[in-house]
């Protein structure tokens, strides 16, 4: 089964800075995705970036960008010149591969940026 | 994107109502799916869809049904709420792409009292 791992509970960041937000995962799986969702004090949950297990390139949006390193499982996302709306719970998530191809989250990081 | 809505944003509720959140998608998304997610914690899925006339139970165990009459429509039901009803629910749609992307609505905040 698909396990996702946020080792930081809550991070801090001044505006303006960059910082990067942990995630590892576990899967047997050759063929995956990995996703990045930010949910504000409201409460919905905004998807960021993706990227696929045979992506040969790192994803990038924008301010996000994803640092997927394959062969150590981690998929850390990585914010660029951080904004106080930035201030939010962000959520790393595998696509299950089986019948549901459900979301399997993360406990979350809670990221504050400070101005 | 999708455009997905879900009312009401807010519901408190006495024990033993019956109630129904709504969940609504206007990109003609095959698959949706509900989570719930209690406050502080990660998401955990309860039912899903992969089109009209087709619904699952999820992982996690839910007194809660679903029902998949039109494809942009999927509605969640409790016919007796109890205090353990007490969470958030997030309805989401995806495409039917190598991605699969889901996209989210605003959730619905429920509390039982």
């Known amino acids: 089964a698909q396990k996702i791992t946020q080792t930081q509970p809550g991070m801090f960041v001044q505006e303006k800075e960059a910082v990067t937000l942990d995630c590892t995962y576990d899967?047997?799986?050759?063929?995956?995705?990995l996703f990045w969702y930010k949910q504000p004090s409201s409460g919905e949950m905004i998807f960021l970036i993706y990227q696929g297990s045979y992506d040969q390139q790192n994803a990038t949006e924008g301010r996000y960008s994803l640092n997927f390193q394959k062969a150590r499982k981690s998929a850390n996302l990585v914010i660029s010149a951080s904004q106080l709306g930035d201030s939010a719970m962000y959520f790393c998530a595998m696509r299950d591969q089986g019948g549901s191809e459900k979301l399997v989250f993360g406990k979350g990081t809670k990221l504050t940026v400070n101005p | 994107e999708a455009d997905i809505y879900q009312t009401p944003r807010y519901l408190v509720i006495g024990t033993g109502k019956k109630i129904t959140l709504e969940c609504s998608q206007t990109m003609g998304h095959d698959k949706m799916y509900w989570y719930q997610q209690d406050p502080g914690m990660e998401l955990h899925l309860i039912h899903y869809?992969?089109?009209?006339?087709?619904?699952e139970k999820g992982d996690l165990s839910s007194e809660s049904t679903v029902s998949r009459i039109r494809t942009e429509h999927f509605p969640l039901t409790l016919e007796s709420a109890r205090p353990s009803h007490t969470s958030q629910y997030l309805c989401a749609s995806s495409e039917a792409t190598v991605k699969n992307i889901q996209y989210f609505g605003a959730g619905t905040r429920l509390s039982v009292l």
């Open positions: 899967t047997s799986d050759p063929s995956y995705g």
């Open positions: 869809s992969y089109g009209v006339n087709s619904t």
